[in-house]
């Protein structure tokens, strides 16, 4: 199913206006953060390219979203149109050559019941070159009737000849408020909720799957043993023996010195991330500069060992150090 809440409305309010004109192109490279709602978004143009209700003011007044009601949209929102297919999972896997050929196979065939075949793409930048390459073709020679929705995270990891063969839209970050406003009204507590905000960088999706993940208790627990604990030898083997934990905490402890320096150079409380733990962002504020370097500069050497899949729980414990050195 479509999550409604994750839609760009603006972009369709774009597409409304580009479909109404006439003015639809055959290939669109939706670029954003992960999670900003990009698959959901391209769902929603698929639909509304082939909604069937082209009279109603769904389309002729102010509102820029299909319908949901007709046997188009419900088909598309299921998962079962015969004439829309999506390529491309969360999980970060290799997109083959193989892959796009059978996707583009069905690009030439007639739609069975569509006005228009829609092929989304996701995450383009996990393509190997050779599919690249099978992708270029048809995006040099579209097929009538046809769009293409591509979509990225990283663009400057794609091949700039497919970027421009195709009409770029960006997707820009929710306002912090109104990603707060969601979550509270969901029922977060107000200071979970302006965290999420914050630290998914303005994607609800992002923020709703880093509920899932547990991210509000395991948050308090990394920050709880990192700055209180100075005797947490037994955390810090856990952590180190679980790579994907451990980057998470130490993304966590380099936004929280974010919040440190930030606050040290004078930024009111509202711009910090971890407002909730004011007390220990004014302790560490404290400290000098060259200090709160040393700390910055041996998380960031924790999570190149991590990267390189090296033993870390050295560097970990060496942090602590810096941590509770005075």
Request: glycine fraction near 4%.
């Amino acid at each position: 199913m479509i999550n409604q809440t994750q839609i760009n409305t603006a972009v369709m309010q774009r597409f409304s206006r580009l479909l109404g004109n006439g003015r639809l192109a055959h290939a669109y490279l939706l670029v954003g953060p992960q999670d900003s709602g990009k698959t959901q978004t391209a769902l929603s143009l698929a639909q509304l390219v082939n909604c069937e209700r082209e009279l109603s003011p769904v389309l002729q007044g102010d509102s820029s979203l299909p319908c949901n009601e007709c046997t188009s949209c419900k088909k598309i929102a299921s998962g079962n149109h015969p004439d829309v297919h999506v390529l491309g999972t969360d999980e970060m896997e290799s997109i083959k050559i193989e892959e796009i050929r059978f996707l583009l196979s069905r690009a030439h065939l007639m739609a069975y019941e569509a006005k228009t075949k829609v092929f989304i793409i996701r995450n383009i930048e996990l393509m190997t070159l050779e599919a690249a390459n099978a992708l270029l073709k048809t995006l040099e020679e579209p097929s009538p009737n046809t769009l293409m929705i591509l979509t990225t995270s990283v663009p400057e990891a794609n091949l700039d000849t497919i970027k421009s063969r195709c009409h770029i839209i960006k997707f820009f970050p929710s306002a912090v408020n109104r990603i707060t406003k969601i979550l509270t009204d969901e029922g977060l507590k107000n200071e979970d909720a302006l965290f999420l905000a914050i630290y998914s960088e303005g994607c609800l999706g992002k923020s709703r799957k880093l509920i899932k993940d547990d991210i509000i208790a395991r948050r308090i627990k990394i920050l709880d043993e990192m700055l209180i604990n100075r005797h947490n030898d037994t955390f810090l083997k856990e952590l180190s023996g679980e790579p994907q934990e451990t980057v998470e905490a130490l993304r966590l402890l380099l936004s929280f010195f974010r919040d440190v320096l930030f606050f040290k150079s004078g930024v009111t409380k509202t711009e910090l991330v971890h407002q909730d733990r004011l007390r220990d962002i004014e302790k560490f504020a404290a400290r000098s500069f060259e200090d709160l370097s040393v700390i910055i500069r041996q998380i960031v050497e924790a999570k190149k060992l991590v990267d390189e899949k090296l033993n870390v729980k050295m560097s970990l414990s060496l942090l602590r150090e810096y941590l509770w050195a005075n």
